[in-house]
C-alpha cells in the first residue's frame, strides 16, 4: 500500500472512531492553487519561490470564519534510501549502522496558520503528515523503534540543512476570513517530478477537509538531454564520464608543465 493509501485508512478509523462522539461541523470548501504549475531547472536554476494560494468557503458559500485553521505541505517524490551511519574509528570516520527507508520524499515544506501542536493532536498529526515531527519514513525491515528514530531525526537534520526539508509554524497568512496564502521556497538542488501541494482546512482539532494541487520541476534543452542519456544509457555515460575527466586532467597538467 501507498503513502495516499495508508494515510487513507488511518484517516478512515480516526473518523469511525469519532462518530457519534460530537456533530460533525461543517465541511468547508477549498479552492487551491499555485502560481507556478511548471517549474523549469535549467543551467544556472538558483531556486524558486512558489505562492500556494486559495480561498476557503462553507458549503453555502460564505466566509469560512476565523475558528478554521489551515495547513499546507509541498511534497516532493518520494523513493526509497539507504542510511548509513558515520563513526570515528581511529581517528578515521567510518561506515557504521544503517538502515532503509521504503518512502523519503525529496522534499518537503510545512507552512500552518500556527503552530501545528496548537492545531491538532499527535495523533491527527501523525495521520495526515503534518509536521517535520510527524514525517512517516516507512522502515523497509524491522528496526529497533530507537534505532529508526535516530536515524529519520539524523535525515531530517539533513535534509533541512540542504534547504530541502523545512517548517514554517506562522507561514499562512488568512485575509478577511476567506482567502490564504503561503510561500515556500524551492532550492537550486530540488530534483525533477511531481510534487503535491495539499491545503488542510482544520476545525477544533479535526481534519474537516483538503485539496491538492500540483507542481511539475522539470529539465529541459541540455540539462534534459544530459539526464536522458544517463539514465537510458548509464554504461556508455559513465565511460564518457571518466574519458573526459582523463582529457580534463592531461590538458591540465599539459598547461602546468609549459610555467
Known amino acids: 500500500?501507498?503513502?495516499a493509501g495508508e494515510r487513507c485508512v488511518l484517516a478512515l478509523g480516526a473518523l469511525i472512531a469519532l462518530t457519534g462522539a460530537r456533530a460533525p461541523a461543517p465541511r468547508p470548501i477549498l479552492v487551491p492553487d499555485v502560481s507556478q504549475h511548471?517549474?523549469?531547472?535549467?543551467?544556472?536554476?538558483?531556486?524558486?519561490?512558489?505562492?500556494?494560494y486559495g480561498a476557503i468557503l462553507t458549503p453555502e458559500g460564505h466566509r469560512a470564519g476565523a475558528d478554521y485553521d489551515i495547513v499546507v505541505v509541498l511534497e516532493g517524490p518520494a523513493n526509497?534510501?539507504?542510511?548509513?551511519?558515520?563513526?570515528?574509528v581511529a581517528g578515521m570516520w567510518v561506515n557504521a549502522d544503517s538502515t532503509t527507508l521504503r518512502s523519503v520524499p525529496g522534499?518537503?515544506?510545512?507552512?500552518?496558520?500556527?503552530?501545528?501542536?496548537?492545531?491538532?493532536?499527535?495523533?491527527?498529526?501523525?495521520?495526515?503528515?503534518l509536521g517535520l515531527d510527524s514525517l512517516q519514513l516507512s522502515p523497509g525491515e524491522t528496526v529497533d523503534p530507537a534505532v529508526q528514530k535516530r536515524f529519520s531525526t539524523g535525515l531530517v537534520d539533513l535534509m533541512g540543512r540542504k534547504g530541502l526539508y523545512g517548517q514554517n509554524q506562522n507561514g499562512v497568512t488568512i485575509t478577511d476570513q476567506v482567502l490564504y496564502r503561503a510561500r515556500i521556497a524551492l532550492p537550486s538542488s530540488v530534483q525533477p517530478g511531481i510534487y503535491?501541494?495539499?491545503?488542510?482546512?482544520?476545525?477544533q482539532g479535526r481534519v474537516l477537509t483538503s485539496a491538492v494541487a500540483r507542481v511539475e520541476v522539470k529539465k529541459e534543452g541540455f540539462e534534459k538531454?544530459?539526464?536522458?542519456?544517463?539514465?537510458?544509457?548509464?554504461?556508455?555515460y559513465g565511460l564518457l564520464a571518466v574519458a573526459v575527466s582523463v582529457l580534463m586532467g592531461w590538458v591540465a597538467g599539459r598547461l602546468f608543465a609549459r610555467r
Open 196 to 203: 503535491t501541494a495539499e491545503t488542510f482546512a482544520i476545525s
Open 107 to 129: 522534499f518537503y515544506a510545512v507552512a500552518s496558520t500556527r503552530p501545528i501542536d496548537k492545531i491538532v493532536d499527535e495523533r491527527t498529526a501523525a495521520i495526515y503528515e
Open 38 to 52: 511548471e517549474v523549469i531547472l535549467r543551467q544556472g536554476f538558483t531556486g524558486a519561490d512558489l505562492l500556494l
Open 225 to 236: 538531454a544530459v539526464a536522458d542519456y544517463a539514465r537510458h544509457q548509464a554504461f556508455s
Open 1 to 3: 500500500m501507498n503513502r
Open 80 to 88: 526509497p534510501m539507504v542510511l548509513r551511519e558515520k563513526r570515528r
